[in-house]
């Protein structure tokens, strides 16, 4: 098998570093020089090595909608960003409400994928909200799911959100929210606030986010079960995760690159010019105090992780006016670069800070065993080299996604993924896919 032998890195920012890997696994770290003999070397002078990214919340798109994203273009964008395991989310056509459907992604994912892909089942039949879909044949399944979700919409149902979460405790599942009250979003297209008012553009209040969000956590509670709140974006979901977490109750939470960078001001001011749909996204951009209570959030523990919720759409989609635009945004190539500029140029979190919330916590979540280990003798080969020293303009035409609708157009960024390396083999090198 391959012997790639990594000269040099600095693990989670430390002291420089080789890493071998052999037959899939890494098989030694240290100072190597006598280990040089066999197969491939790898200069990583000056790079910082982590453990291979985990998403927890991507859009792959496939079936139905390839021409947006495919399982192969999806995971050669995550390869590119450092990721070596995603979670697929269910919300493609035919809905992943079955075994039949997870099944098939997961296939795909064998088949075509960069990195690992692990199907998220659906938690109601077609997202429809009326009847649970089949969670635990979707449990049972060869594609083993352990994460449920209706994302992009909300299970606004009560009774069926309780029934979800009792449900997937028999096989340790968990139910990831995509936190929206419908009643309160109907129409809404930008947070409600001083730039909605003023772009006259129907308010998207937090309370939609926040009331489901308090209301899940006492949910879980009453049945002793698992929540996952996707996207976090405001200050005030972050205090209740805070007050459900010190309740012991067992909830976990997400936020994307994007919440933890841009505001709705972008809406209005912007490199691209005002109302450009590219910054319209489900949950919306929010204020800079949101920003700044989310990125204290995750400095601290009380938003678990990092999820990108990749969502490519085709230009025709992006590129109208911003009431007929989709909602959403790619991030699966910028990730990392928006990390740091957010929480590590800022000095909130330090490199190891960024594995845990990249790497070992979602893996954690979305239970990828062989996922989010520290890089050691024994851990799988799943190891990322980043160059955190260049800052460079974002450049959509030179991205692997399908999908061109990012939203750091025009903005230069840190920081740049130089290798990836799945189970001991390089999906990245130099930056291109292998
Ligand atoms: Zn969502």
Known sequence: MTTILIRGARILGGAPSDILLRDGVVAETGDLAGAAKAGQTVDADGLIALPGLVDLHTHLREPGREDAETVETGTQAAARGGYTAVHAMANTSPVADTAGVVEQVWRLGQEFGHCDVQPVGAVTSGLEGRQLAELGAMADSAARVRVFSDDGKCVSDAVLMRRALEYVKAFGGVVAQHAQEP?????AQLNEGEVSARLGLTGWPAVAEEAIIARDCLLAAHVGSRLHVCHVSTAGSVEIIRWAKSKGWDVTAEVTPHHLLLTDSCAERSPLGPYNPIYKVNPPLRTADDVR?????????TIDCVATDHAPHPVEDKETEWGAAAMGM????????????AMVETGLLDWA?????????PARIGRLAGHGRPIEAGAPGNVTLYDP???QPV???AMASKSRNTPYEGLTLPGRVVATFLRGRPTVLEGKLV
């Open 183 to 187: 009643r309160l979003t109907e129409g």
């Open 293 to 301: 209570a989310l990125r204290e959030a995750l400095a601290d523990g």
């Open 330 to 341: 790619i991030g699966l190539e910028t990730a990392l670069s928006v990390v740091q500029e």
């Open 353 to 361: 800070g960024v594995a845990d919330r990249m790497s070992a916590r």
């Open 389 to 391: 020293s260049v800052r």
């Open 395 to 397: 450049d959509p035409s």
